[in-house]
């Protein structure tokens, strides 16, 4: 069976990504299955550039073909950051809402609420291939804070022809539309077909 390694130390990206990986004959291993406890620094400016260094690591540290995602929220009120840095970001303030009521009361000052996430994943198959896949979906930013499910800024974040927040749609609706959804899709289509 061919074996594929997922470059993710995050639990629910693993469980998710595996889930989808389920129905195919392949098998998918985690940085835990391969013993691979460090990570490289993410210094890429771009979401693909910090793809390609996770995926270029652990294909080198395992000979295993080997991919790695890196997704963030883009919002045009400031200059399409955080991007890249949308980790950090959240984290620079005492707590989500407090980054959340930021981003609404800089969108709303600016009367531009407009906002994409963005996901890259990279895929190493040897020393010297990789290849891109990208994901993106277009949106707003809300006007208040609202729902509970998903994660980061999915509270703030109502996708292109939806009422809703990301926060409000169940994980099924999410992954039908998600920006991440969109580039495992292309990945799969890439291996498979
Ligand atoms: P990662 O590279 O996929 O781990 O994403 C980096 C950061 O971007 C996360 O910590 C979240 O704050 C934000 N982010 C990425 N994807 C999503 C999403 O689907 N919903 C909400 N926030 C996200």
Not at 28 to 41: C, F, M, Q, R, Y
Not at 144 to 155: A, E, S, T, W
Not at 167 to 176: F, R, W
């Amino acid at each position: 069976m061919r074996q594929l390694l997922f470059f993710s130390n995050n639990k629910n990206k693993i469980i998710e990504i595996k889930k989808i990986f389920n129905k195919f004959n392949l098998q998918l291993l985690s940085l835990k299955d391969v013993g691979i406890s460090e990570e490289p620094e993410e210094s890429g400016k771009t979401f693909e550039e910090n793809a390609k260094i996770k995926s270029d690591y652990g294909f080198s540290k395992t000979g295993i073909p080997c991919f790695a995602d890196d997704s963030g929220i883009c919002i045009e009120s400031l200059s399409w950051k955080p991007g890249v840095f949308s980790k950090r970001f959240l984290n620079e303030f005492k707590s989500k809402e407090a980054c959340f009521k930021s981003i609404i009361k800089i969108t709303k000052d600016n009367d531009n609420q407009n906002a994409y996430f963005k996901t890259s994943i990279s895929l190493s198959i040897n020393n010297d291939r990789n290849i891109i896949f990208n994901g993106k979906v277009d949106g707003k930013i809300s006007e208040k804070i609202r729902g509970n499910f998903g994660f980061g800024y999915d509270p703030i974040f109502i996708p292109i022809h939806y009422k809703k927040t990301l926060a409000e749609l169940s994980t099924k609706e999410k992954n039908e539309i998600s920006h991440r959804a969109i580039a495992v899709t292309k990945l799969i289509n890439f291996l498979f077909n």
